[in-house]
């Protein structure tokens, strides 16, 4: 399974910025659950938002409630992350991963998910 990410840019605090993420592969399930994380520069990776297979179950990161949503769209197999009110400390590298099988929930550690994208840089000037 590869995961390609796309959509990062310089953006101003306030702005909007949306971040896809393409997965392709023979061995990738449309019930994956599939995730956003984020590095900020020396800092550790951390979990943004996620959402099921379905798309019924989303899990956001409590720094982010309300100003992102998570979405997908399993015809293309691509997830978005539509990111609003942006703020400088939103500036990071965010990766998209999946998981390998349907899960029962979305899960907000990096353990719970087996592919990872190459990251796309988010940076918001105050």
């Known amino acids: 399974v590869q995961l390609q990410a796309s959509g990062g840019g310089l953006v101003q605090a306030g702005g909007s910025l949306r971040l896809s993420c393409a997965a392709s592969?023979?061995?990738?399930?449309?019930?994956?659950?599939m995730g956003w994380f984020r590095q900020a520069p020396g800092k550790e990776r951390e979990f943004v938002a996620g959402i099921s297979g379905s798309g019924g179950m989303l899990n956001y990161a409590d720094s982010v409630k309300g100003r992102f949503t998570v979405s997908r769209d399993n015809a293309k197999n691509t997830v978005y992350l539509q990111m609003n009110s942006l703020k400088p400390e939103d500036t990071a590298v965010y990766y998209c991963a999946a998981s390998r099988y349907p899960r029962m929930r979305v899960g907000v550690l990096e353990s719970d998910y087996d592919y990872w994208g190459q990251g796309t840089l988010v940076t918001v000037s105050s």
């Open positions: 592969g023979r061995t990738f399930s449309s019930g994956a659950i």
